[in-house]
């Protein structure tokens, strides 16, 4: 079995900033990549920030300059730092990883609960 857990949302102020932790963890043979994605209701999911194993990374445009992902390898984990943080920033923060459990499988999607971040004065 595999998990993934997401830490570290919550209340900030407009121009604060939090750091996102995302950890995949049980019976992992390899990652391909993992990613922040985010919601609001009523609207769709959105990418926020993504990373391969190797370090490649890409960015939605509203976050660029102002979040940064990264990646502990051995760990399973990610982080995603953000700064100032905007009011539009605020919705549900869920953590996706494409990994295989054995290597003869192919890559699957697996996600996180998500966690809650909301920016507000």
């Known amino acids: 079995q595999v998990q993934v857990v997401e830490s570290g949302g919550g209340l900030v102020q407009p121009g604060g900033s939090l750091r996102l932790s995302c950890t995949a963890s049980?019976?992992?043979?390899?990652?391909?990549?993992m990613g922040w994605y985010r919601q609001v209701p009523g609207k769709q999911r959105e990418t926020v920030a993504t990373?391969?194993?190797?370090?490649?990374?890409y960015y939605a445009d509203s976050v660029k300059g102002r979040f940064t992902i990264s990646r502990d390898v051995d760990k399973n984990t990610i982080y995603l730092q953000m700064n100032d943080l905007k009011p539009e920033d605020t919705a549900v923060y869920s953590c996706?990883?494409?990994?295989?459990?054995?290597?003869?499988?192919?890559?699957?999607?697996?996600w996180g609960q998500g966690t809650q971040v909301t920016v507000s004065s």
């Open positions: 049980g019976n992992i043979f390899s990652w391909y990549a």
């Open positions: 990373t391969t194993r190797g370090g490649y990374t």
């Open positions: 996706n990883a494409q990994l295989r459990t054995t290597q003869w499988e192919d890559d699957r999607d697996y």
